[in-house]
Structure formats: C-alpha cells, structure tokens
C-alpha cells in the first residue's frame, strides 16, 4: 500500500509543479487561473489520497481535505476570474476567443431589442427587463 501512496504523492507532485511552470509561462491572468486552478486540484488532490495509504490514521481528514478541495476550487477560480473580467482586465492577444464577451454583448442586444419591441407595442419596458419572472 506503502507503493501506492508514494506513487500518488509523485503524480500529486508532478501536478504542483506543472502548475508552478503554467502560472509563469501563461500569458495573462485568465490563462494563468486555469492552468493553476487545474493543477492545484488535482495535485492537491492526489496528495491528499496519497496520504490515504501513507498515513492510515488520517483517513477521515484526507478525505475532508479532498472534498474541500474539490468544491471550494472550481468556486474561487470562477469568481476571480469573474472579478476579473468585470473590472475590466483585458484577454491576452494570443487569446483566440472571449465567449464570455460574445455571450454578454449578445444578452444585451437581446434586452436592448426587447425594450425597443415592447417600447413600439405599447408594453411597459419593466416588464421586459425582468427574466424568468
């Protein structure tokens, strides 16, 4: 068993470290997120099980931390990135696409056409702006 947990914690360790190399390598803040984001969940992670095999005391614990691990990351990598984007932090040239931008610019020319359809048939424009009411 002693086998298996050295193994994870030398995947978990190869995963800490492509992270680290990612962070630096990656050209702005959105890319730099995924890449550590990815890598410290799953290198976290995967130390976290090693730890499983390695340390049969602190199994309820390992399991806590994985869990914590796996909920709370995608969650703080999702709002900072979404802070980010909101204050106004720019995409890297490199960066092929912004389907956040699209999708955003595209909701508000469907709301902006939809006040101007209800504004031309004589509906109140609040009643418009209200989605899924």
Sequence with gaps: MTVVGEILMLIGSIFLFLGSLGLVRMPDVYNRLQTG?????LGAMSIGLSAIFLLPGA???????????????PIASNTIGR????????L???SVSDAWGAQASGEAGMIEGAA???????A???A???KGA
Excluded: H, Q
């Design 59 to 73: 199994v309820g614990k390992a399991i806590l931390l994985v869990v914590f691990i796996v909920l709370a990351n």
């Design 116 to 122: 101007a359809d209800a504004t031309s048939t004589g």
């Design 83 to 90: 802070s980010a984007y909101l204050s106004g932090i720019r």
């Design 124 to 126: 109140a424009p609040e």
């Design 92 to 94: 890297s040239e490199k």
């Design 37 to 41: 984001t990815k890598a410290s969940t």
């Design 128 to 130: 418009t702006d209200k």
